[in-house]
């Protein structure tokens, strides 16, 4: 089973609000709530006993805050992405300094140009990583990204995504072979052995859960999810996100867990 000791976060900047959305019906993000959400959210994870790492906003980069996408960090070393979002590309370089404090050169890779992959797009279960084909990760970026895989000893394999953005935004795993599902991911032939939780429609987002040591933070404002995480023996600490969910953010895109 997984344990993490360490979490990367980054502050939000006020440029949260020109964030990439794919629903601009829910309204811009409010800066001064999604400082209040982030706050909650560092707590929370020092609740689950790991360091956290807080890095200044980036006014540049109005979805830096969504660490996740540039870098995947294995028990066996980190690779550093290529988001394929134009605006995001910058993010990946930002990144690398501090994950250097963790890891020696023989111990990080690339993802380099033609190759794209954000890191909501991996899913980590034990030494193999579901890497989802999406209009931000590409065949080439998962084939380098499962050639550096195996020559660590890990593994990884593709998914096809119809739907939503990246992989996490619909499946996450929460160890001991549990899932949670929704949406494309319910019926998908990758997932079958695993047992799966399915979301209903109406709280699809909360999808996107993270398993923290033991313990599941799960999105307010999501009574079903929660109490399906509860019955299957977990401890659950929940956080508001309703700001980063209005640019399609999500609970584990704001951090970089390891
Ligand atoms: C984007 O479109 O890139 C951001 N607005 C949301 C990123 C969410 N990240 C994630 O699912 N890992």
């Given at each position: 089973m997984a344990k993490f000791s360490h979490v990367i976060v980054r502050r939000?900047?006020?440029?949260?609000?020109?964030?990439?959305?794919?629903?601009?019906e829910l309204g811009k993000p409010i800066y001064e709530k999604a400082i209040k959400?982030?706050?909650a959210y560092i707590e929370a994870l020092k609740q689950c006993g790991v360091d956290v790492t807080v890095l200044p906003a980036m006014e540049e980069y109005p979805d830096s805050c969504f660490v996740e996408d540039t870098a995947v960090i294995t028990r066996c070393g980190a690779i550093i992405d290529n988001p394929g979002a134009g605006t995001r590309n910058g993010e990946a370089k930002e990144m690398e300094p501090t994950i250097r404090q963790f890891f020696d050169?023989?111990?990080i890779a690339h993802i380099t140009a033609p190759g794209t992959l954000e890191g909501g797009d991996?899913?980590?279960?034990?030494?193999?990583f579901?890497?989802?084909?999406?209009?931000?990760?590409?065949?080439?970026?998962?084939?380098q990204?499962?050639?550096i895989l195996e020559g660590w000893g890990l593994s990884g394999s593709e998914?096809?995504?119809?739907?939503?953005?990246?992989?996490?935004?619909?499946?996450?795993?929460?160890?001991d072979n549990n899932m949670l599902v929704s949406g494309e991911f319910k019926t998908k032939p990758d997932f079958e052995k695993y047992n799966k939780v399915e979301i209903p429609e109406d709280e699809a987002y909360a999808a996107n859960c993270i398993w923290v040591n033991g313990t599941v933070i799960v999105p307010e404002g999501y009574p079903t999810v929660l109490k399906a995480v509860q019955d299957l023996g977990y401890k659950t600490l929940t956080v508001d996100t309703s700001e980063y969910r209005k640019i399609d953010g999500g609970l584990s895109c704001l951090s970089l867990r390891f």
């Open positions: 939000p900047g006020k440029s949260l609000c020109d964030g990439i959305t794919s629903a601009p959400q982030h706050d050169d023989d111990h991996v899913m980590m279960v034990g030494d193999h579901y890497v989802g084909r999406s209009a931000r990760t590409n065949e080439e970026g998962i084939r990204f499962i050639e998914v096809p995504l119809e739907y939503v953005l990246h992989l996490k935004t619909g499946v996450n795993y929460l160890e």
